[in-house]
C-alpha cells in the first residue's frame, strides 16, 4: 500500500507531531503509516481523509 | 505495569493497577514460601498458594486488558506482537523443557511451573523494548 501522506502533510505544514495530535495517534504510528510500515485501520483512513478534506483512494493507493 | 510508557490518564490507571496487584502477590507468595511453607497442609495454605497463583492471573489478565483498550492501533499492534512472541517462547520452552525433564530419569533439574507466568512477563518485557525499538520513528 503506498500513500501520500507526507505530501499532504508538507502542504500543510504539519509537522508528525502535529498529524498524530489531531488523529489522537502517537507520531509513531504517523511515522509507520508515512513510511509503510503500517496501513491504518478503516476508522483512522477515514479520519485521515476528512482531516485533509479529501477521499480515502486520494491518500491511499495499491500501485506506486 | 510491564509494558507501556505511562503517557496518558488509561495507562497510568492500569500500572497503579498492576502494581497493586504485584504487590498482593508478592505478599501472598511470601506468606506461603516463608510462614506456612513447612507447616501440615491445610485448607489455609492452600488459599494462601491458589491466591499466589490467582493474582499472577490477575496481572496477566491486566496486562491484556491494556493491550487490547489501547487506543493507539499500531501501539496495539506491537504490543500483541510482544504478547505473542513471548507466548511463543514461553510455550516452546516449557514443552522443549517438560519433555527432556520426562525422558531424562531426575538428571535434569525440574522446573516449577509458577516460574512460567514469570518467565512469560520477563519475556513480553523483554520482546515488548525490542519490537518498540525496531519501530521507533527517527526525530523530524
Known sequence: MHNRLRILRAERNWSQADLAQKLEVSRQSVNAIETGKYDPSLPLAFKLARLFDTTIEAIFTDQP | ?140
Open chain 2, 1 to 140: 505495569m510491564l509494558c507501556c510508557q505511562p503517557n496518558n490518564p488509561a495507562d497510568r490507571k492500569f500500572i497503579r493497577r498492576g502494581q497493586i496487584i504485584t504487590s498482593v502477590c508478592l505478599i501472598a507468595y511470601l506468606v506461603c514460601a516463608q510462614i506456612i511453607r513447612d507447616k501440615p497442609v491445610t485448607p489455609t495454605r492452600i488459599v494462601f498458594a491458589a491466591l499466589a497463583g490467582a493474582f499472577f492471573f490477575a496481572l496477566l489478565v491486566n496486562s491484556g486488558t491494556l493491550v487490547l483498550r489501547r487506543f493507539d492501533e499500531f501501539q496495539r499492534i506491537l504490543l500483541t506482537r510482544s504478547f505473542v512472541w513471548a507466548t511463543v517462547i514461553t510455550m516452546g520452552f516449557a514443552t522443549v523443557w517438560g519433555m527432556a525433564e520426562l525422558f531424562s530419569h531426575d538428571t535434569i533439574p525440574q522446573v516449577s511451573l509458577i516460574w512460567l507466568p514469570i518467565i512469560l512477563v520477563c519475556i513480553t518485557a523483554a520482546a515488548k523494548v525490542f519490537i518498540f525499538r525496531q519501530h521507533k520513528s527517527p526525530a523530524e
